[in-house]
C-alpha cells in the first residue's frame, strides 16, 4: 500500500509541475501544446507503473485540464463535445501505453529468465556430469578383472564414489529445498532445539568433506531455541562450506544475547570484491572469487530463505581481511 502511494504521488507531482508550467506560459500556449505537455506525466507513469496508476493520473490530468483550461475555466463544465473526446483520447492513450510497456517488461523478463535458464541447466548438467563421471570411472575399475587392484586402491577409489555421491546428494537436497520455498507452500517443523549441536553437526560434515578444521567458539551457557533444527543444520553446512571451499582459516563464534544465538562465521583467503556484496544471496549468483570452483550459487540463496523464514536475520561483510557472515536467531 505505501509503494502504491509512493508511486501515486510521483505521478502527481509531475501533474503539478506541468500545470504550474502551463499556467506560468498561458497566454503563449495553445490547447493542442498544454494536452501534449500533460502526456509528460502520464507517459511516466504508464511506463514505470501499472495500468491502475496510469487510468487515476490520466483523469486526474483531464479533470485539471478541464477545469483551468477549457472555456468556461474554473468549472468542469464542457460546452464543446470535441472536448469530451480530447478527454476520452487521453486516457485510452494512457492506457495503450501502460499496456505496451507491461508486455515489453514481460518479453525483457522472459529473454532474461530464458537466459538464466540456459545458464543453470549447462552448470547443473556438468555439476552432476562431472561426479558420475568419477563414479562410473571408480566403480570400474573396482570391478574390472583385469586391473589388480591392492586393498589401498581399492579404498581410495570407493573414498572418491563416497565423495562423488555425497556431493551429488547435496546438490540435489538445495535444489530441492529451493523449489519447496518458490512453491510458496512450505511450512518449517518447529522445536526445541541446541543451537551448538547444530552448527557441530553442520562443521562435523564440513570438517570431514574438506579435510580441514574450523576455530569454533561457544561460551559455556548454551541455551536452546525455538527452530527448525533440519532446515538450520542445511543452512549452516552451505555457509561452512562456502568457508571451506573459498577460503583458509575459517571460523565459527556462537554468543547469546536477550535470548536471541548470535552466529559468526568467517573466513580468510580468496575474498570477492567488496561491490559484489549487495548480489550475495540472489539465487544462481555467484561471486568473483568462484572461478574455476564448482557451485551453482545456491547456498548463500537458500541460507537467507531459511532464515528469514525462521524469523532470524543475515548479515554479510568483509573487514580486516575477512569475509564475515553474521546470523541473528
Same mark, same amino acid.
Given at each position: ?93 494512457? =492506457?495503450?501505453?501502460?499496456? $505496451?510497456?507491461?508486455? !515489453?517488461? %514481460?518479453?525483457? /523478463?522472459?529473454? *532474461?529468465?530464458?537466459?538464466? +535458464? ?115 543444520? =542445511?543452512?549452516?553446512?552451505? $555457509?561452512?562450506?562456502? !568457508?571451506? %571451499?573459498?577460503? /583458509?582459516?575459517? *571460523?565459527?563464534?556462537?554468543? +547469546? ?73
Amino acid at each position: 500500500m505505501k509503494i502504491q502511494y509512493i508511486q501515486f504521488s510521483k505521478g502527481l507531482f509531475l501533474v503539478l509541475v506541468v500545470t504550474f508550467f502551463c499556467m506560468l506560459y498561458k497566454g503563449d500556449l495553445e490547447v493542442l501544446n498544454i494536452v501534449m505537455l500533460y502526456l509528460l506525466p502520464i507517459l511516466y507513469v504508464a511506463i514505470n507503473y501499472g495500468q491502475i496508476q496510469t487510468f487515476f493520473i490520466s483523469l486526474i490530468v483531464v479533470l485539471v485540464f478541464d477545469f483551468l483550461f477549457i472555456p468556461p475555466v474554473f468549472t468542469f463544465a464542457v460546452h464543446d463535445a470535441r472536448h469530451l473526446l480530447s478527454f476520452i483520447i487521453i486516457i485510452i492513450v494512457g =492506457q495503450l501505453i501502460s499496456i $505496451l510497456a507491461t508486455k !515489453a517488461a %514481460k518479453t525483457k /523478463e522472459f529473454e *532474461t529468465s530464458e537466459r538464466l +535458464y540456459e545458464a543453470v541447466l549447462n552448470s547443473l548438467s556438468h555439476e552432476l556430469r562431472t561426479p558420475l563421471a568419477v563414479i562410473i570411472g571408480a566403480t570400474s575399475s573396482v570391478i574390472s578383472n583385469e586391473l589388480k587392484l591392492t586393498d589401498e586402491e581399492k579404498n581410495e577409489l570407493s573414498q572418491e564414489v563416497y565423495n562423488s555421491a555425497f556431493g551429488m546428494k547435496e546438490l540435489i537436497e538445495n535444489l530441492l529445498t529451493s523449489a519447496r520455498f518458490e512453491s510458496g507452500h512450505f511450512k518449517p517443523i518447529m522445536r526445541d532445539c541446541s543451537i551448538e549441536e547444530i552448527i557441530s553437526n553442520a562443521l562435523l560434515r564440513a570438517e570431514n568433506k574438506y579435510l580441514k578444521e574450523a576455530i569454533f567458539l561457544v561460551n559455556e551457557y548454551s541455551p536452546s531455541i525455538i527452530s527448525d533444527a533440519t532446515l538450520l543444520e =542445511q543452512a549452516f553446512y552451505n $555457509l561452512l562450506d562456502n !568457508a571451506f %571451499k573459498y577460503g /583458509e582459516e575459517v *571460523t565459527v563464534a556462537i554468543s +547469546y544475547h536477550q535470548n536471541n544465538a548470535l552466529i559468526n562465521i568467517c573466513n580468510t583467503g580468496a575474498l570477492p570484491d567488496q561491490n559484489e556484496l549487495r548480489t550475495i544471496g540472489e539465487k544462481f549468483t555467484r561471486l568473483s572469487n568462484s572461478t574455476n570452483i564448482s557451485g551453482l550459487g545456491l547456498g548463500v540463496f537458500l541460507t537467507k530463505r531459511i532464515i528469514e523464514t525462521l524469523k532470524g536475520s543475515i548479515d554479510i561483510k568483509i573487514s580486516d581481511d575477512r569475509f564475515c557472515i553474521y546470523i541473528r536467531l
